[in-house]
């Protein structure tokens, strides 16, 4: 019958959509369901930074396999990928030391990496302030994308040259399993059957199974970020994370030195009560993406986050970034904010129902570097194939 699948994943984003690309690249027949008319959550609503280099060791080998991915989709059909690197930069002896650490790790895991000196950060990346910078470390295999077209345009070659089965508007109200074959069923009684179903849609999965909902550790955070005019002929090139990217991100917490760095930090700072930490990255049209902040809620009350933007946690990170690049422009021409699901406990949320209905979320931050790389063994996992060796 035409309704029915090997497999049925629930939710368009980047983490469901990969899911059934590794699916499909298996040979096994996929339907993809979204509840709205195009995938518009935290996947369209980030940075663009697929960088491997930010991640821990367990995370780092999924992230590079999703840069295998990225690299390889994009030599058929272009969806937004661009390899200019991923530049760490350090502001102190601190930082600086946090960055020879990391080399070292990655020249253990063979992952390529090069330590830039002062004169060669200012001369790689124009209007770098030499006040602000004492060193970088660079990883050159590493992508950016444009997040509000890559989704729609990796969904579009899955349609169009694999054959992939997409049903949008299509939100999901119930999904049993009889042993044989899961139904899953929508808001206009439609329904299709498959033989696993891997439910990939956020913290929506509470509408689904809200015991099961309400007994996971899942939280919410909330990011503020900005986009300013376009930059003229000013050409900024890859992803741009700077010393609070290092003090923040999970790679630099296998570095000897990060908890004797990490307790001296000041504990009553605007940067830590708001959780920013400063990226810039470039986009197509020559604009310039920047922040990030985070904000926390249980899952359960992430309305407690509210639906506004703060402008003093905009106004505190322009007035940071300013110190960093001297970009020829700081005017805002876009504002928005993104919000994902996370454990608090552990790095991602599964829960298999009925043996066949698999819950695959609060993958947080981590999901446009990890979702393809982890997509991968995952569904060889739930389809029992041979083991993955990442």
């Known amino acids: 019958m035409d309704n029915k699948y090997d497999a049925v994943i629930v939710g368009g984003g980047v983490l469901g959509t990969f899911h059934a690309y590794n699916a499909m690249e298996m040979g096994l027949k996929v339907c993809l369901v979204e509840k709205d008319a195009y995938p518009k959550g935290a996947t369209t609503q980030n940075f663009g930074q697929v960088v491997p280099s930010g991640m821990n060791t367990k995370w780092q080998k999924f992230g590079r396999e999703s840069l295998r991915i990225y690299k390889d989709i994009q030599s058929q059909f272009d969806i937004s990928i661009r390899q200019n690197g991923t530049v760490y930069l350090a502001s102190n002896e601190e930082e600086e030391r946090l960055l020879v650490e990391l080399r070292a790790i990655n020249s253990g ?3 390529e990496s090069k330590m830039l000196t002062k004169e060669q950060c200012l001369e790689k990346y124009p209007g770098l302030r030499k006040d602000y910078v004492l060193s970088g470390l660079y990883f050159p295999q590493e992508v ?3 997040p509000r077209v890559m989704i729609h345009k990796l969904q579009k070659y899955l349609m169009e040259q694999k054959g992939l089965d997409i049903k949008f508007d299509f939100p999901v109200v119930s999904c049993e399993s009889d042993g044989s074959w899961v139904r899953v069923k929508n808001t206009k009684n439609e329904e299709v059957q498959a033989k696993k179903v891997i439910i990939c849609n956020g913290a929506d999965f ?4 809200p015991e099961t909902f309400a007994s996971s550790d899942l939280e919410v955070s909330k990011l503020q970020m900005m986009q300013t005019k376009p930059q003229g002929n000013y050409n900024l090139k890859g992803s741009i994370l700077t010393g609070w990217s290092i003090r923040r991100y ?4 296998e570095c000897p030195s990060f908890k004797t760095i990490k307790a001296n930090e000041p504990k009553d700072s605007l940067q ?9 990255k470039q986009a197509t049209d020559g604009s310039v993406i920047l922040g990030d902040s ?6 359960g009350n992430m309305e407690d986050l509210g639906y506004d933007l703060d402008m003093d946690i905009d106004d505190f990170m322009v007035q940071e970034a300013k110190k960093i690049i001297d970009l020829p422009t700081y005017q805002i021409q876009k504002r928005w904010y993104g919000m994902y699901s ?6 991602i949320y599964q829960k298999t129902i009925d043996n066949n209905i698999h819950i695959v979320t609060g993958i947080g931050g981590k999901g446009m570097t990890g979702s393809a790389g982890f997509s991968k063994k995952n569904i060889a996992t739930i389809f029992n194939a041979q083991k993955i060796n990442l």
């Not at 830590?272 to 810039?280: A, P, Q, T």
């Open 109 to 111: 895991n063979d992952y």
């Open 144 to 146: 950016t994308i444009e």
């Open 206 to 209: 509470k509408n689904l199974y």
């Open 250 to 253: 999970e790679a630099f917490h």
């Open 272 to 280: 830590k009560k708001w959780g920013v930490h400063i990226l810039f």
């Open 294 to 299: 985070h904000q926390y809620a249980d899952a």
């Open 342 to 347: 996370q454990c608090k406990n552990s790095d």
